[in-house]
C-alpha cells in the first residue's frame, strides 16, 4: 500500500474538502490510501467529476470499485451518488441538505442521555437537544423547518472496536483489546487507553470510526430523504 496517513496529510485532506479544491483532493488522493477516507471524500470526488477535474472520473471509478467491495452501511448511497456524477446512472431521488455528516453522527451516537437533536431542514445545522429548556416555539415543530435526530445509543461504536479489533496483524495486541472491550463499565475508554500504546493503530481507528459513524449517518439521512452537499 503506498503511503499512510498522517495529521499532516488528514489535514490537507480536510483542507481541500472544505475549499473544494478538486485538483488538490486528486493529486492528494493519487499517492494515499483512499479507501480508509471514502465516506470523507466522495462528496467531493463527485463534485470534482462534475467540475471535469483532471482524473477526477478515473478516481470516482475506483472509488465505486472500492465501496462496492467494502459494502458497509451507507457505501452503496455513496456509489450511487458517484454513477449519477459520472453519467452511468439516475440521480437519486434524494434533496439536497448542506450537511455535515460528522456532526449528524454526533446527534445520531452520542450520549443518550442528550436526547440526539435535530437538523435544520434550511441549513443542515445539526442542534443537539437541549433537556434543561423548557422554551418552545410553534416553529420548533414545524416539519418543514426540523428533521427529529433520536439518539441511538452506543451499540454500533462497540460493533466497530469489534469489526477494528479482527483488522489487527498483532495476535497479542488484538487479544489485549478485545479484553478491554469486555465486561461491563467505560469499554471504550478501556480500548482507547490500550490503543493509545500503539500511535498509528490509534489514527487508523480514528479513521476506520469516523468511516463507519459518516456511513451510517449518510444512510439515515438517505432513509428521510435527503442526501449531503457542500455547504456555499
Given at each position: 500500500?503506498?503511503?499512510?496517513?498522517?495529521e499532516?496529510?488528514l489535514?490537507?485532506?480536510?483542507a481541500a474538502r472544505?475549499?473544494?479544491?478538486g485538483?488538490?483532493l486528486v493529486?492528494?488522493?493519487?499517492?494515499?490510501?483512499?479507501?480508509?477516507v471514502?465516506?470523507?471524500?466522495g462528496?467531493?470526488?463527485?463534485?470534482?467529476?462534475t467540475a471535469r477535474?483532471?482524473?477526477?472520473a478515473?478516481l470516482?471509478?475506483?472509488c465505486?470499485?472500492?465501496?462496492?467491495?467494502?459494502d458497509?452501511?451507507?457505501?452503496?448511497?455513496?456509489?450511487r451518488q458517484?454513477?449519477?456524477?459520472?453519467g452511468?446512472?439516475?440521480?437519486?431521488?434524494?434533496?439536497?441538505?448542506p450537511?455535515?455528516?460528522?456532526e449528524?453522527a454526533g446527534l445520531?451516537?452520542?450520549d443518550?442521555?442528550?436526547g440526539?437533536?435535530?437538523v435544520?431542514l434550511t441549513?443542515?445545522?445539526?442542534?443537539?437537544?437541549?433537556?434543561?429548556s423548557d422554551e418552545?416555539?410553534e416553529?420548533?415543530?414545524?416539519?418543514?423547518r426540523?428533521?427529529p435526530?433520536?439518539?441511538e445509543?452506543?451499540?454500533?461504536g462497540y460493533?466497530?472496536m469489534?469489526?477494528f479489533i479482527?483488522?489487527?496483524?498483532d495476535?497479542?495486541f488484538?487479544?489485549?483489546l478485545?479484553?478491554?472491550?469486555?465486561?461491563?463499565?467505560v469499554?471504550?475508554r478501556?480500548?482507547?487507553?490500550?490503543?493509545?500504546r500503539?500511535?498509528?493503530e490509534?489514527r487508523?481507528?480514528?479513521?476506520?470510526a469516523?468511516e463507519?459513524?459518516r456511513g451510517?449517518a449518510?444512510?439515515?439521512?438517505?432513509g428521510?430523504g435527503?442526501?449531503?452537499?457542500?455547504?456555499?
Open positions: 500500500m503506498r503511503g499512510t496517513w498522517s499532516e496529510s489535514r490537507r485532506l480536510r472544505h475549499a473544494g479544491d485538483a488538490a493529486a492528494l488522493l493519487s499517492g494515499l490510501p483512499f479507501a480508509e471514502l465516506q470523507q471524500v462528496d467531493a470526488v463527485g463534485d470534482a467529476v477535474v483532471p482524473g477526477a478515473d470516482a471509478e475506483r465505486i470499485a472500492a465501496l462496492g467491495e467494502r458497509w452501511e451507507g457505501d452503496a448511497e455513496l456509489a458517484l454513477e449519477a456524477a459520472l452511468r446512472g439516475p440521480v437519486p431521488p434524494l434533496r439536497p441538505l450537511v455535515d455528516l460528522e449528524l445520531l451516537e452520542g443518550p442521555v442528550l440526539g437533536g435535530r435544520d441549513t443542515g445545522d445539526c442542534w443537539p437537544q437541549l433537556v434543561d418552545q416555539t416553529d420548533d415543530e414545524d416539519p418543514e426540523w428533521l435526530a433520536w439518539c445509543g452506543s451499540r454500533d460493533q466497530d469489534e469489526l479482527a483488522t489487527i496483524g495476535a497479542d488484538a487479544d489485549r478485545g479484553i478491554a472491550i469486555s465486561g461491563r463499565g469499554a471504550f478501556r480500548f482507547k487507553d490500550v490503543l493509545a500503539r500511535e498509528d490509534l487508523r481507528f480514528h479513521l476506520f469516523e463507519r459513524q451510517r449518510r444512510a439515515w439521512l438517505a428521510n435527503y442526501r449531503p452537499v457542500a455547504r456555499p
